[in-house]
């Protein structure tokens, strides 16, 4: 079964430090998402990509977070400094063009103490 | 950024029992999918459903798409503890944006 990847499940981390979550989507998908997920909030998009090129970020706070596709198999969400109000469930998605669906990965649980 | 309510928020129900969750918008969606959400996990795509006044059936559950594809149901019959579980509507606009709604937690009762 092809399946999104993420790495990694967990991470722990003190505020003021960097955090890299990555992502594999499906082999031949060509949009990438990312959400963050809290109780408060639920799922919240943070940013979108299409063929690799951004298409909305506007979700993401730009001073600390970045994402980016360096090949298309590859997409990164950096926090940095991270912070403790940063502690959520970040999932990747990919999906097909046209067809709208989208196909989650199992997410990070990012705690910031 | 596009609001999807859903309600109830919450639902506790006996195995057996009929449900019915809501999702709302005042916008339109060019399409609208459910998806379904366990614990420890991402959301699991359940139907998408694309034509106004559309009804599509998945053993025991009925997804209906409103006329004018601004709101969507979620009926499952004769629930069961399977069916437990953060059941969540998402629209897609033009360009294949999609936003989540608010969310519907489902604990079916053995």
């Known amino acids: 079964d092809a399946r999104v990847t993420q790495t990694p499940r967990h991470k722990v981390t003190e505020m003021g430090q960097e955090v890299t979550m990555r992502c594999q989507p499906i082999?031949?998908?060509?949009?990438v998402f990312w959400y963050r997920q809290t109780m408060m909030q639920g799922l919240e998009l943070l940013a979108y990509?299409?063929?690799?090129?951004?298409?909305?970020d506007s979700g993401m706070p730009k001073d600390r977070f970045s994402a980016e596709m360096p090949d298309a198999t590859l997409a990164t969400l950096k926090i940095q400094p991270s912070e403790p109000r940063d502690s959520a469930v970040y999932f990747c998605?990919?999906?097909?063009?046209?067809?709208?669906?989208?196909?989650f990965g199992s997410g990070t649980q990012l705690s910031v103490l | 950024t596009q609001l999807l309510e859903q309600s109830p928020q919450f639902l506790s129900i006996q195995e057996g029992e009929n449900l019915t969750v809501y999702c709302n918008s005042s916008?339109?969606?060019?399409?609208l999918q459910w998806y379904r959400q366990e614990p420890g996990e991402g959301p699991v795509l359940l139907v998408t459903?694309?034509?106004?006044?559309e009804v599509k059936k998945l053993k025991r559950l009925t997804f209906q798409f409103g006329d004018a594809r601004k709101d969507s149901s979620l009926h499952i019959t004769a629930a069961q503890p399977g069916d437990t579980g953060l059941y969540l509507c998402?629209?897609?606009?033009?360009?294949?944006?999609?936003?989540f709604g608010t969310g519907t937690s489902l604990t079916v009762i053995p």
């Open positions: 998605a990919s999906g097909p063009t046209g067809p709208e669906k989208l196909f």
């Open positions: 082999l031949g998908h060509n949009t």
């Open positions: 990509f299409r063929n690799r090129a951004p298409l909305d």
């Open positions: 916008s339109v969606f060019s399409s």
């Open positions: 459903v694309v034509t106004g006044g």
């Open positions: 998402a629209g897609a606009e033009t360009g294949n944006q999609f936003y």
